[in-house]
């Protein structure tokens, strides 16, 4: 089962101003081919369909692991995404005149679906729009075959995160990248290591991961300082999942190029940061939208729970 905390893996700096078309690009990352709906989809149903889990209990603790890891990295792009497209305003009054055509910005925008039709959130497609495919998944019930897939999926996703950042100008989205490219660079690495000890194949030299040097992207330098590419979330409570410091640890090393030390297997989940809160968009809806109307019942609603 997951457990869910209310905030996001990373604090996202505010848009300045309102940028929907930074926010399509940002969607590749959520649903593209190589995006976090894949990574997610791919580790979740390999753990659920994994063979022999008490005898192979360090790689099916890997995978378990980081497909919790996952779920927040989902939510952390799609918050990127929400906030891109909202803007640091919205407008909750309404009283807009429909007429008078307020949004008329978003038809030439990159994606007026994800206005018309999604009131400018995220959404499981990638940057043109295109739903997220199922058929992504990988699980094939042979273990090396799918830590092998997921090490080239980690490697992909990491070279669609430095492109997207290439094409993004704002903190909001360089800053989702820059936290990505560190915990992609970790997962590679930890998928490279258990088909190591599977295989004795130094997979890092067959098949390197991207060459991509993350001290050279200031969005991740204080990521690399606090030793977050070195660190491998249990994401559960008590002993559960530490099986795999039998893989993440051991004297392993950080990967040539990051600031040096020991892999660590860290219990429970990385520090936390607040969700941003969105404000609305009242006449994007309807002229009578009231909500100050539902403002004031959530509110009573509030104090009843306590």
């Not at 043109?128 to 495919?133: E, F, Y």
């Not at 909001?172 to 290591?193: D, F, I, K, N, P």
């Not at 559960?240 to 040539?256: C, D, F, H, R, V």
């Amino acid at each position: 089962m997951f457990l869910r905390l209310d905030q996001l893996l990373t604090a996202i700096p505010e848009p300045t101003q309102q940028d929907p078309n930074e926010a399509a690009a940002l969607q590749e990352l959520l649903g593209g081919k190589y995006g976090e709906m894949s990574t997610l989809n791919n580790y979740m149903f390999q753990s659920f369909n994994f063979r022999s889990k008490a005898k192979l209990r360090p790689f099916y603790s890997i995978v378990a692991s980081i497909t919790a890891e996952e779920v927040g990295h989902v939510e952390l792009v799609s918050n990127g995404v929400a906030m891109l497209a909202n803007g640091p305003e919205g407008d909750e009054e309404g009283g807009a005149d429909i007429s008078d055509s307020p949004f008329a910005d978003m038809a030439d925008i990159r994606s007026t679906a994800s206005f018309i039709s999604n009131g400018g959130g995220a959404m499981p497609v990638d940057s043109n729009g295109i739903p997220w495919n199922g058929t992504f998944v990988t699980t094939t019930g042979n273990l090396i075959m799918d830590l092998l897939f997921n090490f080239h999926l980690e490697c992909g996703a990491r070279i669609h995160k430095l492109r997207t950042y290439s094409t993004l100008t704002g903190a909001t989205g360089r800053e989702v990248c820059g936290y990505l490219l560190v915990r992609g660079s970790v997962h590679a690495h930890a998928y490279a290591l258990a088909i190591k000890k599977l295989t004795g194949v130094e997979i890092e030299k067959m098949l390197p991961c991207p060459n991509i040097d993350l001290s050279r992207i200031p969005e991740c330098d204080k990521y690399l300082q606090a030793g977050k590419h070195r660190m491998l979330y249990t994401n559960s409570t008590g002993d559960t999942y530490k099986e795999m410091s039998g893989i993440w640890g051991n004297g392993e090393q950080a990967l040539p190029g990051d600031p040096p030390g020991e892999l660590e297997v860290v219990e429970g989940v990385p520090d936390g940061a607040k969700i941003s809160n969105l404000t609305g968009t009242a006449s994007a809806f309807t002229p009578d939208y009231a909500p100050e109307e539902m403002f004031e019942i959530a509110t009573k609603l509030f104090k009843k729970s306590r």
